[in-house]
């Protein structure tokens, strides 16, 4: 079973960056379609990117998509998420998941989550 630890969230201005980071352990990493969700208090979790194992397809939510920009290391275990160009609307909690059905949006597998607060 995959294990799942984010890192980087903090607090940052609208139209500032951060880079989120999420080291995987256990399963085969490398194989898996590995992703990011968020939850916005009161609303419910919902997808925001997915980078599959080969040949790295990357897929968006509308949202976010020409902002955010998902990348992997698999020699290092790491999905990274780069964000640009952020808005308060941004602001939510921010999930790494593992094995990501991209078609269905969802996933089985959750890291902790880390807090990402966009300030206007």
């Known amino acids: 079973q995959v294990h799942l630890v984010e890192s980087g969230g903090g607090l940052v201005q609208a139209g500032g960056s951060l880079r989120l980071s999420c080291v995987a352990s256990?399963?085969?990493?490398?194989?898996?379609?590995m992703g990011w969700f968020r939850q916005a208090p009161g609303k419910e979790r919902e997808f925001v990117a997915a980078?599959?194992?080969?040949?790295?397809?990357?897929f968006y939510a509308d949202s976010v998509k020409g902002r955010f920009t998902i990348s992997r290391d698999n020699a290092r275990n790491t999905v990274y998420l780069v964000m640009n160009s952020l808005k308060p609307e941004d602001t939510a909690v921010y999930y790494c998941?593992?094995?990501?059905?991209?078609?269905?949006?969802?996933?089985?597998?959750w890291g902790q989550g880390t807090q990402v607060t966009v300030s206007s």
């Open positions: 980078i599959n194992w080969s040949p790295f397809s990357t």
């Open positions: 998941a593992g094995d990501v059905d991209v078609r269905n949006r969802k996933s089985d597998y």
């Open positions: 256990g399963g085969s990493f490398s194989r898996k379609t």
